[in-house]
């Protein structure tokens, strides 16, 4: 297993945000979280990255234990990808992507750095942009520019937070494209908080469904994303179209059969 | 594109960065002697050139008079050094400040340490009261003093919400704000003379630079600099992505923000307490860095350091000759300078770096 979390507990003060959350990541393997907001995706990605440092449980990646590692070793084992840039001081698409190379620098930058980041933006076709102003880079740009930042780490597994949210319907198909292809080609395990439940039923080979915290349901898309379990989720009624071999989910409308508040926590 | 004109590319690209630092660097040699040359002793190129070459080769049978020896040596070269010294460390400091807080329109002023080095002045001028030294020391002690407490004030401040790049900012406004107000009650109470001596000291000025203080002043900034050299790569990540990237990266952001944020007070404090209090530079140098050779701040800190120091030499030289002999403090020559040039770098900036 690349990554395994046992038992993780999270709060935030005293609002607990994951509870008792065991998830395994195999190699090549892509993982969505799905649920609503304040399930707790984002915390688990967090705590995985060590930006959060969980109440109890193990995270284990490539076996080691990561409250234990330094943060350069860990960085080597995990690449994150955010939801979207914050904006910075001016700095080019390329040595943006040699940022990634961070925990394997000192301070001169090998040729090797050079090539492992040249290659990235080569494979997402951005080669000619490398002197680009990463700001002022569409948002579709941006997110691979990110994602080629966090393969520039040569992680063991990849973390993405919603890395389809701001991109148009072209890019999303691209950047899960990418993910999927790495995943397959290069051996790099994914998890990914993701909103839309289409791309990730079509997309993962797993996915989790995180309900206040808690583990609802996990496992492949097809028997995941069924009526019953988004209705008791997201509390909305749904019908699933399975021509394409993958469920499509269609959503119809809120139910109102058990109150809202309870499924729409704070996020 | 094929990689290896991309790879060419990106060599050019920090080539030209190299090229424009090196050039700054000789503008500012040669701008430096140029300023030796001019003042009010109305001393001729040749006698300027007879007193330096007089000191730096003393075996060699040079003469020189000694009216010249004194203009050249105890007037015009400790202003001119310190204005390099001292324009360098500003920029750096502010640099390092608006890198690790994220914040373009942080400065060594914004975190507190300059009004908390005005207040140690004002301390000595006013009350005559110093931590340190002897009574024609007190104002340089104290200010430098006060300066550092500011610094520790700050971190200590921010440190109880945790290290980040927005405590700082507003800890260090809060206690810009205190110190200011303290400074205000003592210029209250001040007689007329002591008042004129503190306002004179926040103008921020060059002429009371002697070697001691050239000496210390460097001694501090090239102390402080290479551990801020080798954080350049932390700095990166901290500017660019923020603490939850710069951590996922392996850089410890609180740790290397406080370490920086410290050094580049300690070389703020160490030059301020000689100068006053000389604020645009330390604001506007690391912005045209920015503007001209970008955010990677393996470049940026040594380029923002030559323009501080060209910024504030050129600044004083025109202070010390518009309207010769009266000098106009460097403090208020610098934004009156720099702002046009500024402006008219924002105005005109195009999507691509200026090199």
């Not at chain 2, 060599?11 to 140029?34: D, E, H, Q, Y």
């Not at chain 2, 001729?44 to 010249?68: C, G, K, M, Q, Y």
Request: hydrophobic letters at 50%; glycine letters at 8%.
């Amino acid at each position: 297993m690349r990554l395994e979390i046992r038992g993780v507990h999270f709060n935030y003060g005293s609002t607990p945000a994951l509870e008792d959350v065991s998830v395994e990541v195999g190699e090549g393997e892509v993982v969505s979280l799905v649920g609503p907001n304040g399930s707790g995706k984002t915390t688990l990605l967090k705590c995985i990255n060590r930006i959060l440092s969980p109440q109890r449980g193990t995270i284990l990646l490539e076996k080691r234990d990561v409250s234990k590692v330094s943060l350069k070793e860990l960085a080597r084992l995990a690449g994150y990808v955010p939801q979207s840039a914050a904006r910075s001081f001016p700095t080019t698409v390329f040595d943006t992507v040699l940022l990634g190379r961070k925990p394997y620098l000192g301070w001169a930058v090998s040729a090797r750095d050079k090539d492992v980041a040249l290659n990235l933006l080569r494979s997402m076709g951005m080669e000619d942009m490398i002197l680009r102003d990463f700001n002022e880079l569409s948002g579709g740009e941006k997110q691979k520019v990110l994602l080629a930042r966090a393969l520039a780490q040569e992680p063991a597994v990849l973390l993405l937070d919603e890395p389809t949210s701001n991109l148009d319907l072209r890019h999303q198909l691209e950047v899960m494209d990418l993910i999927c292809s790495l995943a397959k080609g290069n051996g790099v395990s994914a998890i990914m908080a993701i909103h839309d439940l289409n791309l990730a039923s079509r997309y993962s080979d797993r996915v989790i469904l995180l309900k206040k915290g808690l583990v609802y349901a996990a496992g492949e898309p097809g028997s995941v994303l069924v009526p019953e379990n988004i209705r008791e989720v997201y509390c909305i009624d749904t019908i699933i179209n399975e021509d394409s071999g993958k469920p499509y989910i269609i959503p119809l409308a809120p139910c109102h059969t058990s109150p809202p508040a309870e499924a729409v926590q704070q996020g | 594109m094929r990689a290896s004109e991309a790879k060419e590319l990106y060599s050019k690209f920090t080539t030209r960065k190299i090229v424009f630092i090196l050039a700054g660097l000789g503008s500012l040699a040669a701008f430096t002697l140029f300023t030796v040359t001019i003042g009010s002793a109305g001393l001729s190129l040749s006698d300027v050139a007879h007193a330096l070459f007089a000191r730096i080769f003393p075996f060699s049978n040079i003469e020189s008079t000694h009216l010249a020896d004194v203009v050249v040596w105890k007037l015009r070269l400790p202003r001119i050094v310190m204005a390099v010294v001292g324009g360098a460390g500003l920029a750096v400091s502010g640099a390092i400040m608006q890198g690790v807080t994220r914040n373009p329109l942080v400065s060594p002023f914004t975190v507190g340490v300059s009004s908390a080095a005005a207040f140690g002045a004002s301390i000595a001028i006013v009350l005559g009261f110093g931590l340190i030294g002897g009574e024609s020391y007190i104002v340089m002690t104290n200010a430098f003093v006060f300066a550092s407490i500011a610094a520790f004030l700050v971190y200590g401040l921010a440190r109880i919400r945790g290290v980040t790049g927005e405590t700082l900012v507003l800890a260090g406004i809060a206690l810009m704000f205190l110190f200011s107000a303290l400074t205000s009650l003592l210029q209250y109470f001040a007689s007329e003379e002591q008042l004129q001596a503190v306002v004179q000291w926040m103008f921020g000025s060059l002429s009371g630079a002697s070697w001691e203080n050239i000496v210390t002043a460097s001694i501090l900034l090239f102390l402080c600099l290479p551990f801020l050299m080798k954080y350049s790569w932390d700095l990166n990540a901290i500017a660019s992505g923020g603490d939850e990237i710069a951590k996922s990266l392996g850089v410890n952001a609180p740790r290397v923000r406080v370490v920086c944020l410290i050094l580049a007070a300690l070389i703020t404090a160490g030059i301020i307490c000689f100068t006053g209090v000389i604020g645009f530079v330390c604001l506007v140098s690391p912005h045209i860095a920015r503007l001209l050779i970008g955010a990677d701040h393996r470049f940026l800190l040594p380029c923002s350091a030559v323009l501080g120091a060209l910024l504030l030499l050129v600044a004083d030289t025109v202070g010390r000759n518009i309207i010769s002999p009266v000098t106009i403090p460097v403090g208020i020559v610098t934004s009156l300078i720099g702002v046009p040039f500024f402006v008219y770098l924002l105005m005109t900036r195009r999507k691509e770096y200026w090199i």
